[in-house]
C-alpha cells in the first residue's frame, strides 16, 4: 500500500516541476532546464517502478531497471521502455554538469535551447509513460 502511495505520490511531483520548465525556458535558463528536467524524470521512473512493486534504488539512473521489467508495464509503456532508458540515461550523464559545471564547462554557456526543448520533451514523454502506469 505505501509503495502505491509513494508511487503516486511521485508522479504529482513529477507534474507539477513540469509547470517550472517553461518558466526556466522563457528565462533562457536553459541549463536549468536540463537539470529539473532530470529530476522530473528520475521521479516519474522511480514511481513507475514502485507501482510495480520494485523498489527503486538510491542512484539517479534506473531505465536499465525499466528495460529489466518491461513486461510488467502497460503494453504502451512496455513498447516505449528503451526510449525512457535512453532518456534516463542522457539527463543522467548530464545531472551535474547542468547544475555545477566544471573548471572547463559553465552550464550557463554550454546549454542551447535545443538542449533545453529536448530536456523537455523528454520529460513531458516520460510523465505522460508514468501516468499510463500509475493509477
Same mark, same amino acid.
Given at each position: 500500500?505505501?509503495?502505491?502511495? =509513494?508511487?503516486? *505520490? ?20 536553459? @541549463? ?14 522511480? #514511481?513507475? =517502478? ?8 538510491? !542512484?539517479?539512473?534506473? #531505465? ?21 532508458? #535512453?532518456? @534516463?540515461? !542522457? =539527463? ?5 554538469? @547542468?547544475?555545477? #559545471? ?9 546549454? *542551447? ?18 501516468? =499510463?502506469?500509475?493509477?
Amino acid at each position: 500500500m505505501k509503495n502505491l502511495s =509513494l508511487a503516486k *505520490s511521485y508522479l504529482g511531483k513529477a507534474q507539477k516541476r513540469l509547470k517550472i520548465l517553461n518558466m526556466l525556458l522563457d528565462e533562457d535558463d536553459y @541549463s536549468d532546464v536540463v537539470r529539473e528536467a532530470q529530476e522530473i524524470v528520475e521521479l516519474a521512473l522511480k #514511481g513507475m =517502478l514502485r507501482q510495480i512493486g520494485i523498489e527503486p534504488p538510491k !542512484w539517479h539512473d534506473v #531505465g536499465q531497471l525499466i528495460l529489466e521489467y518491461r513486461g510488467r508495464f502497460p503494453d504502451e509503456v512496455s513498447a516505449q521502455a528503451e526510449k525512457l532508458a #535512453g532518456i @534516463s540515461a !542522457w =539527463l543522467r550523464k548530464e545531472r551535474e554538469f @547542468s547544475f555545477y #559545471g566544471d573548471i572547463d564547462f559553465i552550464p550557463t554557456e554550454q546549454y *542551447s535551447k535545443d538542449d533545453a526543448q529536448r530536456a523537455m520533451d523528454d520529460a513531458k514523454f516520460t510523465v505522460q509513460m508514468s501516468e =499510463l502506469t500509475i493509477k
